[in-house]
């Protein structure tokens, strides 16, 4: 059965930084492409940064040069780095993992519970 456990996420001033983690289990990542969406009230869930098996990565307009995402095959975890975080940024965070060659855009793989960031001063 495989699992995808998020953590991280909490209330944040704007300028400020927060890591996001997710644990999987069940799946070994390395066969993975492995990303992060988001989703705020009343919008459909959307990429914020995905990373491919051979390590190129995608990120949506409005967090590059803020946000990193990076995996770490051997503990089974992705995480996502997130600096200078704007009111923008408040939403559920999703973890998901992927296999190679289905793109982005559509729904598709495994996916954790959410964890929720909110940015407010």
């Known amino acids: 059965q495989v699992q995808l456990v998020e953590s991280g996420g909490d209330l944040v001033q704007p300028g400020g930084s927060l890591r996001l983690s997710c644990a999987v289990s069940g799946r070994f990542i390395g066969r993975y492409s492995v990303a992060w969406y988001r989703q705020d009230q009343g919008t459909q869930r959307d990429l914020v940064a995905g990373?491919?098996?051979?390590?190129?990565?995608n990120y949506r307009d409005s967090v590059k040069g803020r946000f990193t995402i990076s995996r770490d095959n051997a503990n089974n975890t992705v995480t996502l780095q997130m600096n200078s975080l704007k009111p923008e940024d408040t939403a559920v965070y999703y973890c998901n993992i992927r296999p190679p060659g289905t793109g982005w855009i559509r729904e598709a793989g495994d996916w954790g519970q959410g964890t929720q960031v909110t940015v407010s001063s």
């Open positions: 990373l491919t098996q051979s390590g190129i990565t």
